[in-house]
């Protein structure tokens, strides 16, 4: 069963909004004309709640809607030059914008629930494959030895780029590789190694205490989509030449899964098993992702698509558990704060453009949490954009070997 919870205050536009044109050197006055306000949404103040009642003996996660947000689209007043008529100026009253300049705003206004799964703002099927391949239980680390083995022959080749050069900009970039690529790597998996060998038994005890008990897990993820200072663009409708902007300043989503399971493995007693289990925390196998790693470069393809996320989803450990989900559920909570802005010529002698102003505001945040199904097909490709080091590194990468 579900129910609301609300205490919004919804303040409707009231009257006309009115155009008046005034001549600039005359300064006779034009009733120009005259639009309806019926049903706009002047200012709102929303805090509201839909969620759902369960019986007592139903542990699974509760659908929730909670929604707040304060909103302002009028009534402004403003007077600009009449470019569409040259030698008029134009004064505005009583004007209520549509929310629809704001987009969070409008869907929030609507209770319109399909950003949830919107690609705008993530895959959501992709997404849950990450979770899941996060998520699942296995005892496999962070570390290949397999892969460490094979890359640790390259090693010293990265020092002798040092030996071929004196200049000091190639020798910087050579020096950026060596880290991220030779000694970074190197510390890294190292530790992870040791902590492996020192604790890899306690690691299986603990995996076979945990078996057939009910046990939860959460996966994240972020996504900033802040604009720190759009650029204007030229509005030119019929009617009123502006320049125009909508401003994200503030627009940041969470997206977490939830995962209940449960899971069975088979006997790690013998010394057969506990060999496997091993190899599982060693990442010591042979695999497609293991071999995609060691082709050389193959990073570089991995920042624009993502293949060996893609081989490694598909993947199965020497000791995989049979797992039985009993509650899975995605939330998503956004907070934003956005702006919808105009630059109006000067009024009476066109000589430039006033000071932006605002004419619809809105900030607020949402959480929207719902049941779901994992997907546990495995991760599919998909093209990203590089991030800032990653170009960095692949800039590195283009200045050493055009030597």
């Not at 947000?69 to 007043?77: L, S």
């Not at 994240?220 to 650029?231: A, H, I, T, Y």
């Not at 393809?301 to 081989?311: A, E, H, M, T």
Request: with cysteine.
């Amino acid at each position: 069963m579900k129910r609301t919870r609300s205490q919004d205050k919804v303040v409707y536009a009231t009257g006309l909004h009115e155009n008046t044109r005034r001549g600039c050197s005359t300064g006779a006055t034009t009733h120009y004309s005259t639009y309806s306000n019926l049903n706009k949404v002047a200012n709102a103040k929303i805090a509201s709640i839909d969620d759902e009642l369960l019986p007592k003996s139903d542990f699974r996660t509760r659908y929730c809607n909670h929604r707040k947000m304060h909103y302002w689209a009028g009534p402004n007043h403003f007077s600009y030059s009449d470019l569409v008529s040259p030698g008029y100026y134009a004064t505005e009253t009583n004007v209520v914008f549509d929310p629809s300049f704001c987009p969070w705003a409008h869907r929030l206004l609507a209770n319109d629930l399909s950003w949830f799964t919107d690609p705008d703002y993530g895959d959501f099927e992709a997404f849950n494959a990450r979770a899941w391949t996060a998520m699942k239980p296995s005892l496999e680390g962070d570390v290949s030895l397999t892969n460490f083995l094979l890359e640790l022959g390259d090693f010293k080749d990265v020092f002798n780029l040092f030996r071929h050069t004196s200049d000091i900009t190639q020798k910087i970039s050579e020096g950026h590789l060596t880290w991220n690529f030779a000694v970074k790597p190197l510390i890294s998996d190292l530790s992870e190694l040791w902590k492996i060998f020192h604790d890899w038994e306690s690691r299986l005890k603990d995996f076979r205490n945990r078996a057939e008990k009910p046990q939860r897990r959460y996966y994240s993820e972020k996504v900033d989509l802040s604009d720190g200072e759009p650029s204007w663009e030229w509005n030119h409708p019929s009617y009123r030449y502006y320049y125009k902007r909508y401003w994200p300043k503030y627009l940041k989503l969470v997206r977490t899964a939830t995962m209940t399971y449960s899971y069975n493995i088979e006997e790690t007693q013998s010394l057969l098993a506990k060999l496997k289990a091993l190899r599982d925390i060693l990442g010591l196998k042979l695999t497609p992702s293991v071999i995609w790693e060691a082709i050389p470069f193959s990073f570089l393809v991995d920042y624009v698509v993502n293949v060996g996320q893609f081989l490694k989803s598909r993947e199965n450990d020497l000791i995989e558990p049979d797992v039985t989900v009993t509650d899975y559920s995605v939330s998503c909570k956004v907070v934003f704060k956005e702006w919808y802005q105009a630059k109006l010529p000067e009024p009476v002698c066109h000589v430039g453009f006033q000071d932006p102003i605002d004419w619809v505001t809105s900030s607020g945040r949402w959480y929207l949490r719902k049941r779901c199904l994992p997907n546990t097909e495995g991760i599919p490709l998909t093209l990203s954009l590089p991030s800032s080091n990653q170009l960095a590194l692949a800039g590195s990468l283009i200045n050493v070997a055009r030597s």
